[in-house]
C-alpha cells in the first residue's frame, strides 16, 4: 500500500491532546449539562456556561467536581460579542485556552411565520446562530495556534427539514449547519475540527411541552432521546478518535430523519 | 503581560512565527507572503500570535492587503502607537 502525503495539512493526532479546556455554552441544564459532564469525564477541564441560570450551572459545577474533575461556571449571553470576549478571557486565565467548544446554547420562540414578531425572529437567531458565531470567532485563534481543536455545535433535525410553527428556530439551526461545513473546510488543515450534532425530540427543558401531539408514532425508536445520548455523540467528536471527522452532522433522533 | 511593542520585538517574534508555521525560503523583511507560501488562514494565525504576544488586535481587513513581512511588522507597531 502507497504511502500516504499529508499533502501540507496537520499531522495525524497520536492519543495525545494538548493542554486547554473545554467550554459548553448553555450548560446550565439539558444536553449542555449532559455535555459538559461526559467531556469532564474524559479529563477535560470545563467552563460551564450560563445565561440566566446560576444555581443550574453552578450544580453541574459541583456535580464534576465531586466526580473528581474540574469545572468552572461562569455566566455570559452569547450573543452579545462583547461578553463572549470576557468570557473566553476568563476561561483562559483559569482553566487555559478553550481547545473545545460545544456551541449549545439556543432558544425557542415558536408561532406560524405570519405571526412571528420581528424580536421572536431575532431572539431566535441571536442566541442559537449568531450567538454560536461569537464563540466560534473567539475560540479559534488559539485553536489555530495549538494545532488542535474541536468545536460541536448542536443543531436540530428541524432546519434541514420542516417543522411548521419554528421558521426561526429552522432557520437559525440550518444556519448552524451551513456554518459548521464551511468553518470546518477553513480550518482543517490545522487539526481543528467542527461538526454538528442534530438531536431530533430530546427529553429537555426546551421540549416538554411537544412531547405529545402524537409525536412519538413518528420516531421510529417510540421514545424521546436523552441529553446523555446526545452528550455521547459530543463525547466522540471532541475526542482525538475523531480527528478526521469534521464539517459533518450527526443526527441522533431514534430514526426520525431515517 | 504583552510585550512591548518595538520595530525590533515584532520582528523578532513575527520572524520567528513564520519559520514555525513553516514558512518555505529566508524570512526577510522584503519576503512576500506569497514567496513564502503563507496563506490566508496562515495570516490569521499570525494575527493571533500578535494579539497574544502584543495585546494588539488585527481583523480581516487590517490583513487582507499585506505583501511582505515589512508591511506586517509596521502596521503592528503603527496600530500599537
Known amino acids: ?258 | 503581560m504583552a510585550t512591548a511593542v518595538t520595530t525590533e520585538s515584532v520582528e523578532s517574534k513575527l520572524f520567528a512565527a513564520l519559520k514555525e508555521m513553516g514558512a518555505e525560503g529566508e524570512v526577510t523583511r522584503e519576503a512576500t507572503f506569497e514567496q513564502l507560501d503563507v496563506d490566508s488562514l496562515d495570516l490569521v494565525e499570525l494575527a493571533q500570535v500578535v494579539e497574544d504576544e502584543f495585546g494588539v488586535e488585527l481583523g480581516g481587513d487590517d490583513v487582507k492587503d499585506l505583501q511582505t513581512v515589512g508591511e506586517a511588522v509596521d502596521l503592528v507597531v503603527a496600530k500599537a502607537a
Open chain 1, 1 to 258: 500500500m502507497a504511502e500516504r502525503g499529508n499533502g501540507g495539512g496537520a499531522k495525524p493526532e497520536t492519543a495525545e491532546r494538548p493542554r486547554g479546556c473545554a467550554l459548553v455554552t448553555g450548560a446550565s441544564r439539558g444536553i449542555g449539562a449532559a455535555s459538559a459532564r461526559a467531556l469532564a469525564r474524559e479529563g477535560w477541564p470545563t467552563v460551564v456556561n450560563y445565561r440566566s441560570d446560576a444555581s443550574g450551572a453552578d450544580r453541574v459545577a459541583a456535580e464534576i467536581a465531586d466526580a473528581g474533575g474540574r469545572a468552572l461556571a461562569l455566566q455570559a449571553d452569547v450573543s452579545d460579542p462583547d461578553r463572549v470576549k470576557g468570557l473566553f478571557a476568563s476561561a483562559e486565565a483559569e482553566l487555559g485556552p478553550v481547545l473545545c467548544l460545544v456551541n449549545n446554547a439556543g432558544m425557542r420562540a415558536d408561532g406560524l411565520s405570519p405571526q412571528i414578531t420581528d424580536e421572536q425572529w431575532r431572539a431566535v437567531l441571536d442566541a442559537n446562530l449568531d450567538g454560536a458565531f461569537h464563540t466560534t470567532r473567539a475560540a479559534l485563534g488559539g485553536m489555530l495556534r495549538a494545532r488542535f481543536g474541536r468545536i460541536v455545535n448542536i443543531a436540530s433535525v428541524v432546519g434541514p427539514r420542516a417543522n411548521p410553527g419554528q421558521a426561526n428556530y429552522a432557520a437559525s439551526k440550518a444556519g448552524l449547519i451551513g456554518m459548521t461545513r464551511t468553518v470546518a473546510a477553513e480550518v482543517a488543515r490545522r487539526g481543528v475540527t467542527v461538526n454538528a450534532v442534530a438531536p431530533g425530540l430530546v427529553e429537555t427543558k426546551l421540549t416538554e411541552d411537544v412531547a405529545g401531539n402524537g409525536l412519538l408514532e413518528r420516531i421510529p425508536a417510540r421514545r424521546a432521546g436523552t441529553p446523555e445520548e446526545v452528550a455521547a455523540c459530543v463525547r466522540f467528536l471532541a475526542s482525538t478518535d475523531a480527528a478526521y471527522v469534521t464539517g459533518t452532522t450527526l443526527t441522533v433522533d431514534g430514526g426520525m430523519s431515517a
